[in-house]
């Protein structure tokens, strides 16, 4: 690499890691091969196998906890009773 003035410039030598190609494992069975500093390692979950890339996320029922809430705590919704008076 050379600069506006034609001189040599590289960077320091021997301060830099050591890049090397590297093959991520996941516990899917899911293989990519890539490059690191760290080497070759396995990982417990990848974006082949995580449910929100899969679609398969599952989805909370929110309303139903509300209701369990309010159920146990005595906040659900009161009835009004309208009760006719007598004359």
Known sequence: MTDLYGTKTMPKTNIHPDYKPATIHCACGATYETF????????????????????????????????????????????KTTEAKAE
């Open 36 to 79: 690191s500093t760290r080497g070759s390692f396995a990982v417990e979950i990848c974006s082949a196998c995580h449910p929100f890339f899969t679609g398969k996320q599952k989805l909370i029922d929110t309303q139903g906890r509300i209701d369990r809430f309010n159920k146990k705590y005595g906040r659900g919704k009161k009835e």
